[in-house]
């Protein structure tokens, strides 16, 4: 995954997130691409989920905080995806760590997490710039 400008919400907290996000998400995929530990991808994966749980709340929290109208499907769609990725993690934590898991991954992770900025955040990040 590349960051791009195309992918900028336009709120710099929120940018800088991402950011981070999609170079942890870079170094999960190169391991699995590499065939490295199963222990390394499991502790990537815990960190990860970490990382979305707590960037999902600070987004939360600017909706909250600003009265966003679209907050009840955006909450939802974070809920979703925590969801498949503990199932993921689940997977790996479990031995299940294969070619397979990767593709998952990319689909599950990547592919989500691209729409989700392009569309979703974008909105939000229209909605915060209005308002900030």
């Not at 966003?68 to 199932?87: L, M, N, T, W």
């Amino acid at each position: 995954m590349q960051w791009t400008n195309d992918l900028s919400a336009g709120v710099e907290q929120i940018d800088s997130q991402h950011k981070e996000l999609i170079a942890r998400i870079n170094t999960l995929l190169d391991a699995m691409k590499q065939g490295r530990g199963r222990a390394e991808v499991g502790q990537t994966m815990s960190f990860l989920g970490d990382y979305v749980v707590s960037h999902f709340g600070e987004e939360e929290k600017y909706m909250s905080s600003f009265c966003y109208p679209e907050i009840d499907g955006h909450k939802a769609a974070h809920k979703a995806f925590v969801s498949d990725f503990r199932q993921l993690t689940k997977g790996i934590n479990n031995g299940e760590a294969n070619s397979l898991t990767a593709i998952q991954v990319q689909h599950h992770v990547c592919d989500w997490l691209v729409n989700h900025i392009c569309k979703t955040d974008k909105a939000l990040g229209s909605y915060l710039k209005s308002r900030l």
